[in-house]
């Protein structure tokens, strides 16, 4: 069975970091894209980033919204993808997501049950 | 910037034929996809490819595309299927992933 658990979510002020954590298991991790997709409260989904993996060179892609203070990594020995967020705003505050690709080739077809972000001062 | 929309809310009684929209200018050169989110809950993903539909998915969610628009049908809607319910896509280059806003449906 597929499992995808999210952790490290919690209170932060503005312009700080956090670092969230999606433990992978039940499938090859290795084999699998991976996606970060978040929710504020009450608003619908934003894909946030995406992480490829070793076929593809492990690229990165990421939402305008967020490129250049998120940073995407995966490591496959411990079947674990992470998302580093930085100078972070009221804005980013959200459950965020962790998916995988169904057989390998479409979008979120698995989901973890989220992580809930609050930035606030 | 790119946009799926979606009509905010849709109201059906039980038993009876369910639409959901989404319009986009790309949707004629790129797949939608369809997922599910019941309140509280990780969202699911119910259609792929436009028109496909995962296992264990219930054959009474069907969906079509067809030009600008992709529409996600539920025959025969149930309470359960009261949800709210994501298009998703990509741009016509596929570097921006966007989520259309969602509907709302309700079924009583």
Wanted: glycine share 10%; with cysteine.
């Amino acid at each position: 069975e597929v499992q995808l658990v999210e952790s490290g979510g919690g209170l932060v002020q503005p312009g700080g970091s956090v670092r969230l954590s999606c433990a992978a298991s039940g499938f090859i991790f290795s084999d699998h894209y991976m996606d970060w997709v978040r929710q504020a409260p009450g608003k619908g989904l934003e894909w946030v980033g995406r992480s490829r993996k070793k076929a593809n060179s492990y690229t990165t892609e990421y939402a305008a919204s967020v490129k250049g203070r998120f940073t995407i990594s995966r490591d496959d020995s411990k079947n674990s993808l992470y998302l580093q967020m930085n100078s972070l705003k009221t804005e980013d505050t959200a459950v965020y997501f962790c998916a995988r690709d169904l057989n390998g080739s479409y979008p979120f077809g698995y989901w973890g049950q989220g992580t809930l972000v609050t930035v606030s001062s | 910037s790119y946009e799926l929309t979606q009509p905010p809310s849709v109201s059906v009684s039980p038993g009876q034929t369910a639409r959901i929209t989404c319009s986009g200018d790309a949707l004629p050169k790129k797949y939608a996809y369809w997922y599910q989110q019941k309140s509280g809950q990780a969202p699911v993903l119910v259609i792929y490819e436009d028109s496909k539909r995962p296992s264990g998915i219930p054959e009474r969610f069907s969906a079509s595309s067809s030009g600008t628009m992709a529409t996600l049908t539920i025959s025969g809607a149930q309470v359960e299927d009261e949800a709210a319910y994501y298009c998703y896509s990509t741009d016509s280059s596929g570097n921006h992933r966007i989520f259309g806003g969602g509907t709302k449906l309700t079924v009583l």
